[in-house]
């Protein structure tokens, strides 16, 4: 990125008395960008209006500031007493730490190969309530806007390959957030009925082939969905984490509360539209409000609502689901029960976990017999306990720790926290 001295748009004037509100003011503002563009590039700018409510370009825009992208170059700061730089800790780092930057607010940018000037204008609220902002695109023309938003829908969909952009509705309208994938699950880790592993798995690679004719072939909708459901603690999640890994394409995930509405509903999926090919998945989908179902239902029935979107909806209580999600075909294709372990997944789990550094193989077995009824988080958090107790004392009495694991789930399921004549506390 280029960091070399930049002029301010807009410069406090003391002999003014008005605010800064208004058409007037706006003018000015817009003026003043176009005025430094054309000083910096020598060619006009013009300002383009937007309705789109996704805006993977400032996404972008964000990572090439703080990556120091020689494809972005500041022209200019907005205000001249408005904070022109901001730092962010880099927790995704292999060394985290801070990172000093330009901000995106009160500041513009341009991709100067692709004639697009980008400007997050603050204004200012008459009651004093804060300071929000306006989003605007300027670029020399419009073969050179359109160019540039091909090019980042390609560049958003290869990046989000590397990360997983998390939804969450919130109060104040739904947040986007993206992780990076730090450990990939393969799907060797996923411990499950092999026939019904295989079908899984066999579903989405197919969906995802780079020759879809079989789609065209048999005049199917290239859209596919299915539904996980079972007690908790027993691999959905870990499925579908195997599933982020392993799948040739970006992953969302869409975190459902009691904030989501119908606009949270139509934002999410024309996010996931233009990252089709891909992967959306829906944590537990029965928590959707009552009042929003209708909605969902209607957006997945849409003709192009899910179209190039692999849909998987989880769930630990599907008695909560709305019966039209599991009863009508377009919304979820199948449906597939994720049940508590048998003997011979314990055994699988257990040998794969590690219990070998503590037990011989037939008290492995002695334990997959004493746990039946277990969970695989269970099993994992039984395989703490045994370790921390053989890290502690050189010894471990494996059946004493599982039976005090049943105590205490049984106290759960049933509410009974309190012993007789004993105090819950740490």
Same mark, same amino acid.
């Given at each position: 990125m280029s960091y070399i001295e930049t002029p301010t748009v807009y410069e406090v004037n003391k002999s003014e008395r008005t605010d800064v509100v208004g058409y007037p003011s706006f003018a000015r503002i817009i003026d003043g960008i176009q005025k430094a563009l054309f000083n910096r590039f020598g060619v006009p700018y013009e300002l383009y209006a937007s309705e789109d409510t996704n805006f993977e370009y400032w996404n972008l825009l964000e990572k090439d500031i703080q990556n120091g992208s020689d494809q972005v170059t500041h022209v200019a700061s907005i205000f001249e007493k408005i904070e022109k730089r901001t730092f962010a800790y880099a927790e995704d780092e292999e060394t985290p730490d801070y990172r000093v930057h330009k901000s995106i607010l009160n500041n513009v940018f341009a991709y100067e190969e692709e004639g697009v000037a980008l400007a997050r204008i603050p204004f200012f609220m008459e009651d004093s309530s804060g300071i929000m902002f306006r989003n605007c695109v300027f670029a020399i023309g419009d073969h050179q806007i359109s160019t540039f938003l091909k090019n980042v829908r390609v560049r958003a969909w290869e990046d989000s390959r590397t990360r997983v952009t998390v939804f969450t509705d919130s109060e104040n309208g739904t947040m986007r957030k993206e992780e990076p994938v730090t450990r990939a699950f393969s799907r060797n880790e996923v411990i499950m009925e092999s026939e019904l592993k295989e079908d899984i798995y066999q579903s989405l690679d197919q969906f995802f082939e780079k020759d879809r004719s079989f789609y065209q072939t048999y005049q199917i909708p290239y859209k596919r969905g299915i539904l996980l459901y079972g007690p908790p603690g027993n691999g959905k999640t870990t499925l579908v984490k195997s599933i982020a890994g392993s799948v040739h394409a970006p992953v969302a995930y869409w975190q459902i509360t009691e904030f989501t509405t119908s606009d949270s509903i139509e934002e999410v999926f024309s996010s996931a539209r233009r990252l089709a090919p891909m992967v959306l998945v829906i944590e537990d989908i029965d928590s959707m409000p009552k009042g929003v179902r209708s909605f969902f239902l209607n957006t997945l029935d849409g003709a192009t609502s899910k179209e190039g979107?692999? &849909?998987? *909806?989880?769930?630990?209580?599907?008695?909560?689901?709305?019966? *039209?999600?599991?009863?009508?075909?377009?919304?979820?294709?199948?449906?597939? $029960?994720?049940? #508590?372990?048998?003997?011979?997944?314990?055994?699988?789990? #257990? !040998?794969?976990?590690?219990?070998?550094?503590?037990?011989? +193989?037939?008290?492995?077995?002695?334990? %997959?017999?004493?746990?039946?009824? =277990?969970?695989? %988080? +269970? &099993?994992? $958090? #039984?395989?703490?306990?045994? %370790? #921390?107790?053989?890290?502690?004392? *050189?010894?471990?009495?494996? !059946?004493?720790?599982?039976?005090?694991? +049943?105590? $205490?789930?049984?106290?759960?399921?049933?509410?009974?926290?309190?012993?007789?004549?004993?105090?819950?506390? =740490?």
């Open positions: 979107i692999f &849909l998987i *909806g989880t769930t630990n209580y599907p008695e909560e689901i709305d019966p *039209g999600l599991m009863n009508r075909g377009g919304r979820f294709d199948r449906a597939y $029960e994720i049940v #508590l372990p048998t003997f011979e997944l314990r055994i699988q789990y #257990l !040998e794969r976990r590690g219990f070998d550094a503590f037990m011989s +193989q037939s008290k492995i077995q002695d334990v %997959a017999t004493l746990s039946e009824g =277990f969970s695989f %988080a +269970q &099993l994992g $958090e #039984l395989f703490v306990s045994t %370790a #921390l107790e053989w890290h502690q004392k *050189g010894e471990v009495d494996v !059946e004493k720790v599982i039976q005090g694991m +049943q105590t $205490e789930h049984h106290k759960s399921k049933k509410g009974d926290w309190m012993s007789p004549n004993k105090k819950m506390g =740490f």
